[in-house]
């Protein structure tokens, strides 16, 4: 998987740890955050697209021309956009409505080919749309909720990343999503540290995408492990976007939802202990959520915050 070392795909990883010191809460607490916004589209999803991507071809599954098809609410999308020029693909994309409008104009200046799903039918809807759209077309299926490589590149590259920044760690909390990040960086934590807590937060979803909630109906990365998890987290997006802006006001960190709610939880746990370094997986940059404006919205505390897939 060597990339020519002028190429935008060399410039994924080794990302920065940096610690929030103007938002430590008290003396013994110190958190530090992950800052995958860095990557060359703009999140951690850069580093997933990229492994699955050459482990295709390495199977002989691609070869330049083709046409890749997945299931995202945005930043996946994005990451692909990238790969698929870089290495000469198409790309076509199930998503579900409901994402926010600078997503799709991104999506849309990387000509990426959209498909999109109702709501309701979340991200399995999504993922049911991309395998038709891949059985009728032909195109290949990347298939990021189940692909090993996923977890796989998290362990090899991300984890390591970090036991080497911060030896240290006590907590590490990210986004559940495909279970990848989570899964793939604790593993790699929790074999330096057997001790080290691993924290998976997941969005509170409105009326309009939660549709008619039953276990059977939930979908559930096969990629996860909950068992592997110490604790789990619903935040809703008012309180992440709050804690987004929070850390650009006292940090000067521009950072996206997702780590507003990686945030709001580093900060939960640390009421709760008096000693430990906490590291937040910042997945992505704020950038592509400004024009959106959710800051003001976020701070009327307006329930339509949750109607939208911030991630």
């Given at each position: 998987?060597?990339?020519?070392?002028?190429?935008a795909?060399?410039?994924?990883?080794?990302?920065?740890?940096?610690e929030?010191?103007?938002?430590?809460?008290?003396?013994?607490?110190?958190?530090?955050?992950?800052?995958?916004?860095?990557?060359?589209?703009?999140?951690?999803?850069?580093?997933?697209?990229?492994?699955?991507?050459?482990?295709?071809?390495?199977?002989?599954?691609?070869?330049?021309?083709?046409?890749?098809?997945?299931?995202?609410?945005?930043?996946?999308?994005?990451?692909?956009?990238?790969?698929?020029?870089?290495?000469?693909?198409?790309?076509?994309?199930?998503?579900?409505?409901?994402?926010?409008p600078?997503?799709?104009?991104?999506?849309?200046?990387?000509?990426?080919?959209?498909?999109?799903?109702?709501?309701?039918?979340?991200?399995?809807?999504?993922?049911?749309?991309?395998?038709?759209?891949?059985?009728?077309?032909?195109?290949?299926?990347?298939?990021?909720?189940?692909?090993?490589?996923?977890?796989?590149?998290?362990?090899q590259?991300?984890?390591?990343?970090?036991?080497?920044?911060?030896?240290?760690?006590?907590?590490?909390?990210?986004?559940?999503?495909?279970?990848?990040?989570?899964?793939?960086?604790?593993?790699?934590?929790?074999?330096?540290?057997?001790?080290?807590?691993?924290?998976?937060?997941?969005?509170?979803?409105?009326?309009?995408?939660?549709?008619?909630?039953?276990?059977?109906?939930?979908?559930?990365?096969?990629?996860?492990?909950?068992?592997?998890?110490?604790?789990?987290?619903?935040?809703?997006?008012?309180?992440?976007?709050?804690?987004?802006?929070?850390?650009?006001?006292?940090?000067?960190?521009?950072?996206?939802?997702s780590?507003?709610?990686?945030?709001?939880?580093?900060?939960?746990?640390?009421?709760e202990?008096?000693?430990?370094?906490?590291?937040?997986?910042?997945?992505?940059?704020?950038?592509?959520?400004?024009?959106?404006?959710?800051?003001?919205?976020?701070?009327?505390?307006?329930?339509?915050?949750?109607?939208?897939?911030?991630?």
């Amino acid at each position: 998987m060597d990339q020519d070392p002028s190429s935008a795909l060399a410039a994924i990883g080794n990302t920065p740890l940096i610690e929030l010191h103007h938002l430590r809460p008290k003396p013994g607490i110190r958190i530090f955050a992950k800052l995958e916004g860095q990557n060359p589209s703009g999140s951690i999803k850069d580093r997933i697209a990229l492994r699955m991507v050459c482990a295709a071809e390495k199977r002989g599954d691609l070869k330049p021309g083709d046409t890749i098809v997945e299931a995202s609410s945005g930043n996946t999308a994005i990451a692909l956009a990238l790969v698929a020029r870089q290495r000469g693909y198409n790309l076509q994309v199930a998503l579900p409505e409901g994402v926010p409008p600078t997503i799709v104009d991104i999506l849309e200046l990387l000509e990426v080919e959209l498909h999109w799903c109702p709501p309701k039918a979340g991200m399995k809807g999504a993922i049911d749309r991309a395998e038709h759209i891949s059985a009728k077309t032909g195109s290949y299926p990347l298939r990021q909720f189940f692909d090993p490589k996923n977890v796989e590149v998290h362990y090899q590259r991300t984890g390591a990343e970090i036991v080497q920044q911060l030896p240290t760690v006590d907590v590490f909390i990210a986004g559940i999503g495909t279970g990848g990040t989570v899964m793939g960086v604790g593993r790699r934590l929790r074999e330096h540290n057997p001790k080290v807590k691993v924290i998976g937060i997941e969005p509170r979803m409105g009326e309009r995408l939660q549709g008619l909630y039953s276990l059977e109906d939930t979908f559930l990365a096969p990629l996860l492990d909950l068992n592997f998890l110490d604790r789990r987290f619903l935040v809703g997006a008012g309180p992440s976007i709050e804690r987004a802006r929070q850390v650009a006001a006292r940090e000067g960190v521009l950072a996206g939802v997702s780590a507003g709610a990686t945030l709001h939880v580093a900060l939960r746990i640390a009421e709760e202990v008096d000693k430990a370094d906490i590291v937040a997986m910042f997945s992505d940059g704020g950038w592509k959520y400004l024009p959106s404006h959710p800051w003001n919205a976020a701070q009327k505390q307006d329930p339509e915050l949750d109607e939208i897939h911030w991630w």
